[in-house]
């Protein structure tokens, strides 16, 4: 069975564009959760998807969205991108909301 | 309260001996606890996971300890290998308050196990 798979793997913005990621979770999973890894503040939950509907959304700026399709795939987008936003963005797949979330090898964003 | 705090930062173990991580929790409301294994260039991996209801998980040579009195849980490593050597990140959610996915980490410990 196929992971989780993120596009593109690799990206560099400049500052003030807006970029947009995208995760294609294990087959049959409904549940897609979105992280921000940078080396000061470590892993922070951005917000998570199922069945098209976000269920939890973590302590980001309105910048940061995301939505997810009726196959599950998501995406999720960065508005008016800054310095800071440089990291590596994960997702992760779940079967449901009550199973264990396994994790894509991210899209490492760099902002200039 | 939504913090979960690692310890410690960096740890160095011969070949062959154990490893141990430790996390400490202060949200009550946590009832899931995973541990994630993480190398260069990769995403997290899931590793072991333990519910509040055991004290203890055991999967090959790793073992999760888990004491819901003192909120403390930790990843025990036996006959630690070369190949073991990554960053390894405890966690945890609530699945009883619908927030099973929102995976509070903690900082990480970078492993390194000497041949």
């Known amino acids: 069975k196929a992971g989780v798979t993120q596009t593109p793997r690799y990206l560099i913005k400049t500052r003030g564009q807006q970029v947009t990621l995208s995760c294609s979770p294990i087959?049959?999973?409904?549940?897609v959760s979105w992280y921000q890894q940078t080396p000061g503040q470590g892993l922070q939950f951005l917000f998570e998807?199922?069945?098209?509907?976000?269920?939890n959304k973590g302590n980001f700026p309105g910048r940061f969205s995301g939505r997810q399709f009726s196959n599950s795939r998501s995406e999720m987008n960065v508005s008016t991108l800054e310095l800071g936003d440089s990291a590596l963005y994960l997702c992760?797949?779940?079967?449901?909301?009550?199973?264990?979330?396994?994790f894509g090898q991210g899209t490492r964003l760099t902002v200039v | 309260q939504q913090q979960v705090k690692q310890s410690p930062q960096s740890l160095i173990v011969q070949k062959g001996g154990i490893s141990i991580i430790n996390c400490a929790y202060e949200?009550?409301?946590?009832?899931?606890f995973p541990w994630y294994q993480q190398f260069p260039g990769k995403g997290p991996a899931l590793l072991i996971a333990?519910?509040?209801?055991?004290s203890e998980k055991k999967e090959g040579r790793f073992t999760i300890s888990f004491n819901k009195s003192a909120k403390q849980f930790s990843l025990h490593i036996m006959d630690s290998q070369p190949g073991d050597s990554a960053t390894y990140f405890c966690?945890?959610?609530?699945?009883?308050?619908?927030?099973?996915?929102?995976?509070?980490f903690g900082s990480g410990t970078q492993l390194t196990v000497l041949p």
């Open positions: 333990i519910r509040p209801d055991v």
């Open positions: 966690a945890a959610s609530s699945m009883s308050s619908g927030s099973a996915r929102q995976l509070t």
């Open positions: 992760a797949s779940s079967l449901s909301t009550r199973t264990a979330a396994f």
């Open positions: 087959s049959g999973h409904r549940s």
């Open positions: 949200n009550t409301a946590f009832d899931y």
């Open positions: 998807y199922f069945s098209e509907t976000q269920r």
